[in-house]
Each structure stands twice: as structure tokens, then as C-alpha cells.
């Protein structure tokens, strides 16, 4: 069974990567429609990936991940600082945060969002069609259960490889 199975996922943003990211999670019964919503300030971007995945989709950051278990930032890295100040007053501390921005440093991350829970991503070009290579660390808040989440949910663009020091990300890039 994945360990994304009972967790709702929230998507913000919806750019290629994270079509792409929703697109596996279904494909691959890591979850159904009903456990992931995304959100994108474009209403008729909304309406598409909504009508072909099935998901629910929200023109508001905040509500997106207000009920979610794994929070998945899939935006330009310059939105970074305004969409952390959308976020860090409705993050909860036992949400996880995986981040797929481009030089964004968990630190960076965990500042901008005032959170601590936080895996850091680079997915590759070929992730797009599944078929990718997915470098990845987590912070040390960020426990067992939500690492497997973040393989699991990394899978979905092909395969993942979690490294201990953070460098390795920026160097996979």
C-alpha cells in the first residue's frame, strides 16, 4: 500500500512539473482524484486540470493546503517569498513541504514559509513524461512516515534518490 494512500496532497501551482506530478500520483494508484487539490490563480488553468484529472482545484494558496498532509510548492522560485507569506500563517507543523523550485535551499524554503518540515526536489525534464531522475533531501524534522511520502510522491516523475547533504541537490541541477 503507498504511504500516500490516506493523505491529501495539495498542489500549488500547475505548471508542467506539477501536471506531470498529478498525472503519475493517479496513473499510479498512489491516490485518487478526491485526495489532491490544486491551486493556480488562472481560472481557466483551473478548470483544465481539473476537468482532465479530476481533482479539486482553488484560486487560493491558502485553502489549497489548509487540509492537507503533504504540501507540494510548484512555482516560480521569484513567487517564492510572496506565496510564503500566503502560507506560513496556515501551515501546520506536521504538514510536510516538498518543494520542486529551481535554487531554492531548504533554508531559504524554511525561512520564506516559516516552516521546518521540508524536502527539497529537483526533478528533471524527463520527469514530465515519468520517465525522470528526482534528486531529493529532507530537513531532520522531517520524519519517517513523510520521507516515504516523499519517495512515494516523487516516484510519480520516475525515479528518486534521496541524498543526506543538500549540495547534491544543487548539483543535480
Not at 80 to 93: A, C, D, F, Q, T
Not at 98 to 114: E, F, H, M, V
Not at 127 to 145: D, N
Not at 156 to 162: A, H, N, P, V, Y
Request: aromatic residues 2%; negative net charge.
Amino acid at each position: 500500500m503507498s504511504p500516500l494512500k490516506e493523505a491529501t496532497i495539495a498542489i500549488v501551482g500547475t505548471g508542467a512539473m506539477a501536471e506531470a506530478m498529478i498525472a503519475g500520483l493517479l496513473a499510479g494508484g498512489h491516490v485518487d482524484s478526491a485526495q489532491v487539490i490544486a491551486s493556480d490563480p488562472r481560472a481557466e488553468r483551473r478548470e483544465d486540470v481539473q476537468a482532465r484529472y479530476g481533482i479539486r482545484t482553488t484560486g487560493s494558496n491558502s485553502e489549497a493546503v489548509e487540509g492537507a498532509d503533504v504540501v507540494v510548492l510548484s512555482i516560480k522560485p521569484q513567487m517564492l517569498l510572496k506565496v510564503g507569506r500566503e502560507l506560513s500563517s496556515v501551515l501546520r507543523p506536521d504538514q510536510l513541504v516538498i518543494s520542486i523550485l529551481a535554487g531554492s535551499t531548504t533554508k531559504a524554503l524554511g525561512n520564506a514559509l516559516r516552516h521546518d518540515a521540508i524536502v527539497r526536489a529537483m526533478p528533471n525534464t524527463p520527469a514530465q513524461l515519468g520517465k525522470g531522475m528526482t534528486v531529493w533531501c529532507a530537513t531532520e524534522q522531517v520524519g519517517e512516515v513523510q520521507r516515504a511520502q516523499a519517495a512515494a510522491l516523487l516516484s510519480s516523475l520516475g525515479i528518486e534518490m534521496q541524498v543526506e547533504d543538500e549540495k547534491y541537490v544543487s548539483m543535480s541541477t
